[in-house]
């Protein structure tokens, strides 16, 4: 079956480290994105990608930094720059970046600092 | 800029029909979307309006007019298992960066008996 899987499930961090969160889809989709959720806030931008080897920031990419070297992963890594990394992350893909296409999420990840 | 607005909660009876609404202020307009995402899980597609108008699927209909920057989710015979968070969703189409969308907050709808 088609999907998008993310992993870990549950990340815990301490603080000064730098954490991978993992992303990968295989619906041949061009376009993925990073969101982040923090309770009573929607989803907020942090990077998108429309094909490989180009990513754009979003709206709160500070302290973020990703890659797109194959089509079927987006990874997203949390560095210590970023002061206040606990929340639930969001990987999603979309077929194309042009187009009102849906958006396909993965199950997320909750990162916690400790 | 992008700015857009629903209610924060509500509160239906089993079997009943509610009514969330959104409002929207985005530079560009490439469609709307509504998801549904119950409690720490992944949001799921449920409506995706461009046109002005009705959309129908189901128990759930979704309704746009871009003239007004308006539309509403309409969810009818409701379930227990309707009890989530409803997040309204516009992609602002190419003037306003492809198809990354910008997200209300939610609405969290709780289903009583």
């Known amino acids: 079956d088609g999907g998008i899987t993310q992993s870990p499930k549950y990340l815990f961090r301490k603080e000064g480290q730098n954490v991978t969160l993992s992303c990968e889809q295989n619906?041949?989709?061009?376009?993925m994105y990073w969101y982040r959720q923090d309770p009573g806030q929607g989803l907020r931008l942090i990077y998108y990608?429309?094909?490989?080897?180009?990513?754009q920031k979003g709206d709160i990419a500070e302290g973020y930094s990703v890659s797109r070297e194959k089509k079927e992963s987006f990874p997203l890594t949390v560095t210590s720059a970023q002061k206040n990394p606990t929340a639930f992350y969001l990987c999603a893909s979309s077929i194309d970046n042009t187009r009102g296409g849906e958006a396909f999420f993965g199950q997320g990840t909750r990162l916690t600092v400790v | 800029g992008q700015n857009i607005d629903q209610p924060t909660e509500m509160t239906a009876t089993e079997g009943a029909i509610v009514q969330i609404n959104c409002t929207y202020q985005t530079s560009g307009f490439n469609g709307l979307f509504w998801y549904q995402q119950h409690a720490g899980e992944a949001p799921t597609f449920l409506s995706y309006?461009?046109?002005?108008g009705l959309e129908e699927k189901g128990r759930f209909s979704s309704f746009l007019s871009r003239s007004k920057g308006y539309s509403y989710l309409l969810l009818k015979e409701l379930q227990m298992k309707d009890s989530a968070s409803y997040l309204c969703?516009?992609?602002?189409?190419?003037?306003?960066?492809?198809?990354?969308?910008?997200f209300g907050t939610g609405t969290q709808l709780k289903v009583e008996l």
């Open positions: 990608s429309q094909i490989v080897n180009d990513f």
């Open positions: 309006n461009v046109l002005d």
């Open positions: 619906l041949n989709h061009d376009a």
């Open positions: 969703a516009v992609s602002p189409g190419l003037t306003g960066g492809g198809n990354k969308l910008t």
